[in-house]
């Protein structure tokens, strides 16, 4: 098959409004000069448009015309480094996803350990934030979920006794396994973060592990993140007021 055949297949198997790169092409090496003409055909055409260099998308069209990607897809490029993911967006527009907040913020965070990753473009603005380890496939969305207990007390808009129920079920959704490897990477994370993580494991009686949290803890550490125990009755257990 040619090359300019192979990408409009490819072409063909992505949504309308989704982001992709020549990596997501399947193009070999020796083929992108060819591939690259190819692109820019398809561009002139109309079928597909570029959102900045190596990052292209399908228009979308709709009765009031083309719609540009979501602020998501336009972003989700920058999370990949050669088809691995290397970060994750964070801070209140993860929250809000999460249903934590009804805020969406001007400006995104996008959590990487190996870099800095800034954006600023297509009426987009994103800015490095830190992540505690190295952001994979695999371990992100355990990433997103500490993140939200670090950041719990200073959630803007966020109902804490809604938010402590929307945390308590997602954490119930997890395997047994994956509440492991979630307690390991929050071993890198603040106290006060692991320490709501334990109140909120215990409330949902997932015991196991337990004691590796609070031998990382100093017993005489109090944390203040504004939480009554009416609404999370476990807190006292691990000295949080």
Do not use: H
Not at 24 to 42: F, G, M, V, W
Not at 47 to 60: A, L
Not at 73 to 87: D, Q, S, V
Not at 153 to 171: A, R
């Amino acid at each position: 098959m040619k090359v300019a055949q192979k990408i409009e297949k490819k072409i063909d198997s992505i949504k309308e409004g989704e982001t992709f790169t020549y990596q997501q092409l399947s193009i070999d090496n020796s083929e992108y000069q060819t591939a690259a003409k190819s692109i820019e055909r398809l561009i002139k055409k109309g079928i597909i448009k570029r959102i900045s260099p190596g990052i292209f998308y399908k228009p979308k069209q709709t009765v009031f015309g083309e719609l540009l990607p979501n602020n998501e897809e336009i972003i989700k490029p920058y999370l990949f480094k050669n088809g691995k993911r290397i970060a994750y967006i964070t801070g209140t527009l993860l929250y809000n996803k999460l249903g934590l907040t009804s805020q969406i913020p001007q400006t995104i965070k996008i959590a990487c350990r190996e870099s800095e990753i800034k954006l600023n473009k297509s009426n987009i603005k994103a800015i490095p934030a830190k992540s505690y380890v190295d952001v994979t496939n695999k371990n992100y969305q355990y990433l997103e979920i500490l993140d939200a207990i670090k950041d719990f007390k200073n959630i803007q808009g966020l109902n804490k006794e809604n938010g402590i129920i929307i945390l308590l079920n997602i954490l119930k959704k997890f395997k047994q396994e994956e509440i492991g490897e979630i307690i390991k990477y929050s071993l890198k994370y603040p106290p006060r973060t692991r320490a709501l993580l334990g109140a909120f494991l215990e409330a949902n009686n997932l015991k196991d592990n337990l004691k590796e949290l609070q031998k990382s803890l100093n017993p005489l550490s109090v944390y203040s993140l504004g939480i009554r125990k009416m609404i999370l009755p476990t807190i006292e257990n691990w000295k949080i007021k």
